[in-house]
C-alpha cells in the first residue's frame, strides 16, 4: 500500500502531519500532484477550533493550491494528464479544506465529479508559474469583495486590513480602475507590502480615520444634515474586528457602499439612524462564484505583480513550522508550502 502525507487537525491547536493511503480517483474524478498550498487564515481558525464542529476528526487541511494533472477518470474528457491547473476546491461539491475529508496540504489529491464541472478546475497559464497559481483562490476571495462592492473606473476605496484578503480586494480593486486604493492596518509590516503591491496605506490609531480620509480622497456634501463628509465611495471590512465596522460606518459618507469579507465571531452594532441617514450600502463576499477566470486573466495580462504577498516559503516536510509561522501576522502575510518537498 502506497502512503503519503496529509496535514490534519486532530484537537485544538494539534495540527500534525499524518501518513494517509495514496488516494485513487473513480471515473468522474481527477488526481492532481499538488505543487503549492497556501495557508488561509481560515486554516489557522480552523486549528484553534479543532476543525469544523460537526465535520470529521481528524480534520483535513488545505485548499489554497495548483499542481498538475497525473490521472483521469474514464468519463473526464476536457482535460489531460500532464495539464498544469488551478482548484476551486468548492467546486462539484468538493469542499476541499473545508469539509475535513480531503486537504491539498499533500502531495496528492482526488478532486472528484470533475466531469460534472467543467470550471472547477482551471488550466495554469503557461506564463505563471505554481506560486502564482496557490494565489488565485484567495485572490479570488478579494476580487469578490471588490465585485459585491461595485467598484469601477474613478472609484475612491478603502480596505481595512492588510491581510492577504484584504490586500487582494485592493489589487482587484486597482486592476478594476480605482482612482485611489488605500488600506488601513497596525502591522508595518503588511502595510510595506501593500506599498509594494501600489497601493496606499494608513497606519490605523495615527490619526482619525476620516481626517485622513478628508485628505486624501477630498470631500463631498451630499446631504446639508451631515455636513461635509469624505469622498471614499466603498469600505471593504477585512479584519473581523466589530469595532473597526462601527467606525467604518461612521466615517462612510451619504451613499457609500460598505463589504464585509472579514469573519466576525461575535454580533456587531450596526447605528441604524447612521444607516438611514446616510442610506448606506452593505453587503458581504464569500468565496467566489465567477471570480477565478477573471483572476488568471488579471495575472496573465501583467497589470499586477502579486508576489510580494508570499512572505514565506516552507517544504510539505516543515508544514508544523510553517503553521506557527503563518500564526505570527506581525511577521507573515502569504506562507505558501511546496507539496512535493
Known amino acids: 500500500m502506497t502512503t503519503i502525507p496529509l496535514a490534519r487537525i486532530h484537537a485544538p491547536n494539534d495540527v500534525r502531519l499524518d501518513t494517509v493511503e495514496m488516494p485513487r480517483a473513480g471515473p468522474d474524478d481527477v488526481l492532481i500532484r499538488v505543487e503549492r498550498c497556501g495557508i488561509c487564515g481560515s486554516d489557522i481558525t480552523y486549528a484553534k ?30 482535460l489531460a494528464v500532464g495539464d498544469r491547473v488551478v482548484v476551486n476546491p468548492e467546486a462539484a461539491a468538493n469542499r476541499i479544506g473545508s469539509s475535513g475529508l480531503r486537504g491539498a496540504f499533500s502531495p496528492y489529491i482526488v478532486f472528484e465529479n470533475a466531469a460534472a464541472d467543467p470550471q472547477g478546475i482551471l488550466p495554469l497559464p503557461a506564463g505563471l508559474d505554481y506560486d502564482l497559481g496557490a494565489l488565485v483562490e484567495p485572490l479570488s476571495v478579494g476580487m469578490h469583495g471588490a465585485n459585491q462592492g461595485k467598484v469601477t473606473r474613478g472609484d475612491k476605496v478603502v480596505i481595512f486590513g492588510a491581510g492577504p484578503v484584504g490586500l487582494a480586494a485592493g489589487v482587484a480593486a486597482k486592476y478594476f480602475g480605482a482612482e485611489s486604493v488605500v488600506i488601513a492596518d497596525l502591522s508595518e509590516r503588511r502595510l510595506a507590502v501593500a506599498r509594494e503591491l501600489g497601493l496606499q496605506t494608513f497606519s490605523a490609531g495615527s490619526e482619525s480615520l476620516t481626517a485622513f480620509l478628508r485628505r486624501t480622497h477630498g470631500t463631498v456634501t451630499n446631504d446639508p444634515l451631515l455636513g461635509e463628509q ?33 469573519v466576525h465571531f461575535q454580533p456587531v452594532e450596526l447605528n441604524m439612524i447612521n444607516l438611514l441617514m446616510k442610506e448606506l450600502v452593505i453587503t458581504a ?10 483572476v488568471l486573466d488579471m495575472l496573465q495580462s501583467g497589470a499586477v505583480d502579486v508576489r510580494p504577498m508570499i512572505s514565506h516559503h ?20 502569504k506562507v505558501i508550502v511546496d507539496c512535493q518537498a
Open 49 to 78: 477550533l479543532g476543525g469544523i464542529p460537526g465535520t470529521v476528526s481528524p480534520f483535513a487541511l488545505g485548499h489554497e493550491f495548483a499542481g498538475e494533472i497525473v490521472e483521469t477518470g474514464a468519463n473526464v474528457a476536457h
Open 285 to 294: 463576499a464569500t468565496q467566489y462564484p465567477v471570480e477565478f477566470p477573471d
Open 314 to 333: 516552507f517544504p510539505l516536510s516543515q508544514f508544523v513550522s510553517a503553521f506557527s509561522q503563518a500564526q505570527k501576522p506581525g511577521e507573515a502575510v
Open 230 to 262: 469624505p469622498a471614499t465611495d466603498v469600505f471593504i471590512e477585512a479584519t473581523g474586528v466589530g469595532a473597526v465596522f462601527t467606525e467604518l460606518c461612521e466615517s462612510a459618507r451619504k451613499g457609500a457602499r460598505i463589504v464585509v469579507v472579514g
